[in-house]
């Protein structure tokens, strides 16, 4: 085995090993809470209709709490649906919410959880392919029990943001 396969090996099972690994899976936990999770399934792929929606809602909580969200809709192959560039925002806000929205979806959790991992000294976490560490704001789009996509929010509030986008869904 290569030493990047190994690397990739090694941090996929760091991730999935512990108590969750050791129950029968029993229940979904994309937030990473530590109940049991099984994986969830992915699902028809979020519509155009519904990603403005998502976005309408990030925005709304985005605006509430004053800041510059830039918002990343995608669906669950990771490939863009929708993309919101805050005016002002940085040149790498679009590619900094897609990174956090495409690992969200193709990892089935929320980029909550790599950020956990790697403050806990997890750093393993940082070298599984597109994943990002880059802390919250990646959180899953589910509909109907599935996974029809993800929302990536860069700008401030990111988990509180991503999240508000996210329970227009549910």
């Known amino acids: 085995m290569q030493s990047k396969e190994l690397v990739v090996a090694l941090a996929v099972a760091a991730l ?19 109940a049991p999770a099984s994986p969830m399934a992915y699902g ?5 209709a519904d990603a403005k929606r998502v976005v309408a809602a990030a925005q709304s909580e ?5 800041v510059a969200a830039t918002l990343a ?14 005016t002002d925002a940085q040149y790498a ?20 959880v790599f950020a956990d991992q790697i403050k806990a000294g997890n750093l393993l976490a940082m070298m599984l392919p597109g994943a990002t560490g880059m802390g919250g704001g990646g959180v899953l789009l589910v509909s109907g029990g599935k996974i ?16 508000a986008g996210a329970a227009v869904l549910k």
């Open 16 to 34: 999935t090993s512990g108590a969750a690994a050791q129950t029968k899976p029993t229940s979904v936990d994309p937030r990473g809470t530590g």
């Open 44 to 48: 028809t792929p979020i519509t155009l």
């Open 93 to 112: 806000a679009v590619e900094l919410a897609m990174m956090k929205a495409r690992s969200t979806v193709l990892y089935r959790r929320d980029t909550q």
């Open 62 to 66: 985005a605006s509430r709490r004053k």
């Open 148 to 163: 029809v996509g993800a929302i990536g929010e860069t700008g401030g509030a990111d988990v509180e943001v991503a999240e």
């Open 73 to 86: 809709v995608v669906d669950p192959y990771g490939e863009a649906v929708l993309i919101e560039r805050a």
